[in-house]
């Protein structure tokens, strides 16, 4: 009877064990692309899986990848400012401050390069840096690897993500661009507005929003495109609402903040910042590389009478000679009713890209 | 029995019982931009007759459909002068294949308004490969790019502060281009190579029709920019010769 009672506990204890562990069985994530977007091009050392994504999400809100656990990923990447920082600069758990904005997290999948320079030419390789960056989280990754395996459920879910045991760096940041690969923005009225004019059938509720564009936003989008207008498309167009390309859209006639060039040393490429999406540019001010316009009609009036000339200006600011464009001041109102149809209230309000718990 | 010695041979460094798989030679096409007889390099400054200094800042194009008397060689290609160098494509074929070459210099119009998101990944007419080379609505394609910046006064003093874009599109200025009697140059066992340039001094100076960077500077091949687009595209076109 007594062997009986042990065999009964020695069972119960295995199959007690057996529920509770982790298994490795990765979900393939099904990313949403808009119809009219191109494929995403995952790398093919990190596929997309939902475990991938979620343990991303989490650890994109996580204060233990800073020194002092006091600040996350979201901290300069806020939700209600598209994933950027409302402030011009963000500031570092030590009280320093960037010398650039935070740049809007949208549509990431698709990008080549990343930060305002374009130093780092994957989203993998991005994510490393701003944690031991002393500017702004200031920790180091053997310590933030060392905090996160003191977590059992953070073992578990880098098991169930990438199916060995340890957490690394690398594969922390591999979750984090999963989860910003799925923070995919294409369902603003702009959207509506391209695929109509490129010919591409609209759906029900497609229609519907089609209807709703005023005749204002029509035509800020001429104005938008027109070359005696506001002049815009050149580097800012397609589904993307992107070109990419590092310019040097007359901000500065001499530059403190060499831009790209600081990174290629190459002098022709001083001053120059990679070209932002303007999507969901309504909720991401403050604007440029350097947070210095705090409003869209800041921006416009730049684009309109506020152009410096220097040597690398980008040639495609075709009246820069004049300053900018001179728009009247109903035509500025028409730009910036168009470029509020950029915003995509679905992506700012997206739950699955919000913090978790 | 000499045929099959070859297969045997060919095929020794192979585990026994795969297929052999057949070795295609690659065909190399390359545009060396030139001004004059002077290898053009962008942001570098070069003089035109009307004594201005140039220094080009971008040269782009697409050539699509590059096929010889019977085969296609090439569906789509961009040249993209800053960011590639000057290779055009490598495709695959044998050089007896392409005796000539002929294909458009532009994006024919039965794919000019197609969605540019739904090319195949691979293709460089998918706007994630060509961007840039996109209106973003129904003109479809930018064929050609030509951007510089023109020092206008010939005072001894730099001032490039005279932009020229020349952003070419449309169907009516679809171009074709030819060669013929192509003399493929062997770069290795299976590697041909076919060079050509791109005079950029020609493109000014074109015998029937020249352009004057300072009165002629700018089109996108909007209305009213009809005659000025087709003159550039043309001379663009005509600059494009063997190397």
Redesign the interface.
Do not use: C, R
């Given at each position: 009877m007594k062997y009986l009672f042990v065999s009964f506990v020695v069972i119960a204890v295995i199959l007690s064990c057996k529920k509770d562990k982790v298994e490795y069985e990765p979900t393939p994530y099904e990313l949403e692309i808009p119809s009219?977007?191109?494929?995403m091009?995952i790398p093919e050392d990190n596929p997309m899986t939902v475990e991938g994504v979620e343990l991303g999400r989490k650890l994109f809100y996580e204060v233990k990848l800073s020194g002092d656990n006091s600040m996350a990923c979201a901290n300069c990447h806020a939700p209600s400012s598209a994933y950027s920082d409302p402030n011009q600069f963000s500031e570092g758990i030590d009280g320093s401050f960037g010398t650039r904005n935070s740049m809007a997290l949208i549509n990431l999948g698709?990008d080549d390069e990343f930060f305002w320079d374009g130093r780092a030419p994957s989203l993998e390789e991005q994510i490393l840096m701003p944690v031991e960056d002393p500017i702004e989280m200031h920790d180091t990754w053997p310590n933030v690897v060392t905090e996160l395996n003191a977590s059992v459920e953070y073992k578990n879910m880098f098991f169930k993500a990438f199916g060995t045991a340890g957490i690394t760096k690398e594969r922390a940041a591999k979750a984090i661009a999963q989860f910003l690969r799925t923070m995919i923005s294409g369902s603003s009225k702009y959207d509506v507005m391209?695929k109509y004019?490129?010919?591409?059938a609209l759906s029900s509720s497609e229609q519907a929003i089609y209807s709703t564009i005023s005749l204002e936003e029509w035509a800020g989008y001429d104005l938008f495109?027109s070359?005696n207008g506001a002049d815009c498309?050149?580097c800012h167009?397609?589904?993307?609402m992107?070109?990419?390309?590092f310019s040097n859209n007359g901000l500065d006639a001499t530059f403190s903040d060499l831009g790209r060039g600081g990174v290629t040393s190459n002098p022709?490429d001083n001053g120059k910042f990679k070209v932002p999406t303007l999507r969901n540019i309504a909720y991401s001010a403050p604007y440029m590389h350097d947070g210095r316009f705090s409003t869209l009609d800041e921006v416009i009036e730049h684009y309109s009478s506020g152009i410096s000339?220097s040597?690398t200006i980008d040639?495609?600011?075709?009246f820069?000679?004049q300053g900018g464009v001179q728009l009247d001041t109903y035509e500025k109102g028409l730009l910036k009713a168009f470029l509020l149809t950029l915003s995509d209230e679905s992506f700012i309000n997206n739950p699955a890209f919000q913090e978790p718990n | 029995m000499v045929s099959l010695f070859f297969v045997l041979t060919s095929c020794k460094d192979k585990v026994e019982g795969e297929p052999c798989e057949p070795v295609t030679a690659q065909l190399s096409v390359s545009v060396q931009p030139v001004f004059g007889s002077e290898i053009l390099y962008l942001d570098s400054t070069y003089s035109t007759v009307e004594g201005y200094g140039v220094q080009f800042t971008d040269l782009k194009f697409i050539a699509q459909d590059v096929r010889g008397p019977a085969l296609q060689l090439n569906d789509a290609s961009f040249f993209n002068y800053r960011e590639t160098g000057i290779d055009l494509f490598t495709g695959e074929g044998r050089p007896e294949d392409f005796t000539s070459l002929g294909g458009n210099l532009g994006v024919e119009s039965s794919i000019n308004h197609s969605d540019p998101a739904a090319f195949p990944n691979e293709s460089v007419l998918n706007i994630s490969n060509i961007g840039g080379m996109h209106w973003g609505w129904n003109p479809g394609y930018i064929f050609i790019k030509v951007e510089a910046k023109v020092d206008t006064i010939p005072d001894g003093t730099d001032l490039f502060d005279h932009n020229v874009v020349l952003h070419i599109g449309k169907n009516v200025n679809l171009q074709t281009f030819s060669f013929s009697n192509i003399n493929w140059q062997q770069t290795g066992d299976m590697s041909y190579h076919f060079p050509l340039k791109l005079d950029m001094q020609e493109f000014l100076q074109n015998e029937s029709q020249t352009i004057d960077l300072q009165t002629e500077y700018t089109s996108h091949t909007a209305s009213g920019q009809e005659v000025l687009s087709l003159k550039v595209i043309e001379n663009f076109n005509a600059a494009i010769s063997e190397y």
């Open positions: 009219h977007f191109p494929d091009i698709w391209y004019e490129n010919g591409l495109k070359l498309f050149h167009n397609g589904p993307l992107q070109v990419k390309k022709t000339m040597p040639p495609l600011i075709e820069a000679s | -």
